[in-house]
């Protein structure tokens, strides 16, 4: 049986880490996961690094096929950006784009990830036209949830996709971004062209596409591919 290496960023980790067990015991190939913030696994895998399989967004995917990186992509799932406070504190109106701009304005402070969802926010605010003034109490954090920075209270807002607030504890996940500003990011399990175990790398993947997978990747917060 085999070792199979994967590469991966936090938005598909509760999906994922619920459907390997079962993986592990039928199939009887054993899984070594390396959790990795997504600007930092573009770097270790441009730098040489290899794995089996890279689980990132398919915009990053497509940047390491480009680059002879990945050899396929395989679609895995959708992920809206959702808003937290801290557990028990007021839950602002997000109820529309306008209203967002105000909440983030009337906040003390704010906080999202160097991920998909903080660049997509870094954007929306400038489009916005907040940027600037919102500068001084913006935190952007890398290797650890922006939930886990609002329930420690260091943050009175946190941004972040909807998988990655959800297992977070001590807070209270107020909703996704509404749908006029909503940012919808695709991940994928890629092939790495230099994978060592190839056939035990497609059998995983096909168990995170199967069927059976799609209420597992519902319930943490993403919708299957």
Known sequence: MANI????????REAYLELLPEFERTSGHRVENSWVPSVQMMTRLKGGETTDIVI???????????????????????????VAVRAGAPRPDISSGDALKHAVLAARSVVYSTGPSG????????????????????????????GAVVARGEAEIGFQQMSELLPVAGI?????????????????????????????????????????AAPVIRKKGMEPA
């Open 172 to 212: 209270d996940v107020i909703g996704p971004l509404p749908p006029d500003i909503q940012e919808v990011t695709a991940f994928s399990a890629g092939l790495h062209a230099r994978a060592a175990q190839p056939a035990a790398a497609r059998a995983l993947i096909a168990w995170l596409k199967a069927p059976a």
């Open 56 to 82: 990132l967004s398919d915009a990053s995917l497509e940047e390491l096929m480009k680059a002879g990186i990945v050899a396929e992509r395989f679609p895995l799932a959708r992920s809206g950006i959702g």
């Open 5 to 12: 290496k994967v590469m991966a960023s936090a938005a598909f």
């Open 119 to 146: 660049i997509y926010l870094g954007k929306l605010f400038e489009r916005m036209g907040i940027a600037e003034a919102i500068r001084d109490k913006v935190r952007q954090v890398q290797g650890e949830p922006a």
